[in-house]
């Protein structure tokens, strides 16, 4: 068990790491984490999701298990999505071709063109930002007719990216271009615009309880999910022209604490196919410091995430819809997000079942995305999920999850 806990935290660590260093700075979802088959029915889950996934999505759906029921292990659910429809990256390495060029070209002759090329691909960023959002989960479920009980172990990662642009640095470099001012290389380093990324890692060991029982003729279920959360958080503010995704693996930028939260959910079965349920993630809201970057110290907030959610499930199909109540987690100077989402899925074989599903951010501040996905059984022992998310302005995403049964 603890030679597969370090495997999981190394496999953690390299995976978030690279996603910082690739998608976070290379530029949301409602629940903290990835379900492939609630995220394929467009991130619903709050009374749709399957007991084995209750850790993540609502803790009282562990109640909808039964003692004859096979324990569930995910091992694992990883998945990722970023939006960038800038192509943020490619455009911060341009900065830096151009003004080396421009640096090369003082005093021969050439610095007009060359600043006009920097001037062009900076402006080209300014007002851009990208986001993305990494996880990866373990669980393992244990069904019971009174008591079920879950061990979950769950990494989610949020990052953004963005160009803050000075107008003044432009007004410079239009000068160079059209002859009013001469440039000096001590000019160049007195520009102010930077380029700034910022990412959040949250793992989360957590023991999951739920109870269910009855009120008059109307089964119901609660659950908690009691869970310590390792929070790291990376600040990266430099000069535009310095940008380096290699330079967030050197520790300077990062910051890490510990903290303690719990999960809640309840839900209601008002008739064999109709069920509502609330789930509420992090109770206690928590506001983590960065690391303090050019008198820069952002907080990302762990915010009180509260869900209602319905769900109308048949032998064949399965309807659900999640709206949240709360905003999500996120960075305090972040657009604040508070998605809807809806979903089916319809189980064409014994073997296999489709999915699809829409997801909107009622704050108008993220982009639409449809998901689509197919599950594959093999008998009742194991169960294969993939993903895939779509959305406008270069918004894309995708899971693979692994569920095996004993």
Sequence with gaps: MLSGMMKYKLRTYYLITAGVVVLAPYASASTNGFDARSTAMGGVGVASA?????PLTNPALLATSRGEDRLSLIAPSIGAQASDSANLIDGFDDVTTAWDNLENALGSGNEAEAAGKLAEVVSGLAGEKANANLGLSM???VPDDSLPIALSVNSWAKGHAR???????LDYLDGVANGTIIPGKDDLDKLTSRAEGMAALVTEYGVSIAHPFSIGDTRVGVGITPKIQRIETWNYNVAINNYDSSDLRDGNWQHQTMSANIDAGF???????????????????????????NGYQPAFIIRPQVTAGTAWTTERVT????????PVSDFQYADKNQYAAFGGEFRATDWMQLRAGYRVDMRGNDHRIVTGGVGLSAGESMQFDLTAMAGRTRTLGGIAQFTFRF
């Design 50 to 54: 399957h007991f084995g996934a209750a």
């Design 139 to 141: 669980m393992l479920a």
């Design 163 to 169: 160009a803050l642009i000075s107008q003044a640095d």
């Design 267 to 293: 839900f209601a079965a008002l008739t064999p196919e109709w069920m509502v349920a609330l789930s509420a993630q992090n109770l206690f809201e928590n506001k983590v410091k960065t690391r303090e970057i």
């Design 319 to 326: 309807l659900s819809t999640d709206i949240d109540l709360t």
